[in-house]
């Protein structure tokens, strides 16, 4: 399903649930996806409230926020420190799934499986923190 079908499903939705009309969709707030491109649960560009939606689910939520440390640092303070490194997301993607410690202190964060978070999810997350 492409995207405008998706906003007209949510949008008919949205007016059966509510019983007026929705305002139209903000179809204009976001370029649209690369032709080819299929959007999954995650778009490429994240926004904060889609991300903090994949975090949830992933379960990062449980350890991360954006300006505060938990369990693992505030995203705010990942960007401070890889933003601008040679090869940064790469590298985060790799220990996000695979797990790591030692960058913020001895606390290790545990692998995360593409059962809780796919690929592309993954890649997506990646960047929006580098925009911290
Ligand atoms: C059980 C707690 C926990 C969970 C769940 C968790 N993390 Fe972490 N995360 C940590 C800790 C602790 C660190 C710091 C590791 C270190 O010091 O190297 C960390 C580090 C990070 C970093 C920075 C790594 C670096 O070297 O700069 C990113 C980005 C990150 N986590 C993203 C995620 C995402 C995305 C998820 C969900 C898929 C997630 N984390 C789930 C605890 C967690």
């Known amino acids: 399903?492409?995207?405008?079908?998706?906003?007209?499903?949510?949008?008919?939705?949205?007016?059966?649930?509510?019983?007026?009309?929705?305002?139209?969709?903000?179809?204009?707030?976001?370029?649209?996806?690369?032709?080819?491109?299929?959007p999954t649960t995650a778009t490429a560009t994240l926004d904060d409230a889609k991300a903090l939606a994949v975090m949830n689910k992933a379960g990062c939520a449980g350890c991360h926020?954006?300006?505060?440390?938990?369990?693992?640092?505030?995203?705010?303070?990942?960007?401070?420190?890889?933003?601008?490194?040679?090869g940064a997301a790469a590298m985060l993607v790799k220990k996000i799934r695979e797990g790591g410690a030692g960058a913020y202190g001895s606390i290790p964060m545990p692998p995360n499986s593409t059962s809780q978070i796919s690929d592309d999810d993954l890649k997506a997350m990646v960047d929006w923190v580098l925009t911290k």
């Open 1 to 38: 399903m492409n995207r405008f079908l998706l906003i007209a499903a949510l949008t008919t939705l949205l007016v059966t649930a509510c019983g007026k009309p929705a305002p139209p969709p903000q179809a204009a707030a976001q370029p649209a996806p690369a032709a080819g491109a299929v």
């Open 65 to 86: 926020a954006i300006d505060k440390k938990i369990l693992g640092p505030s995203y705010a303070d990942v960007a401070k420190k890889r933003k601008g490194e040679q």
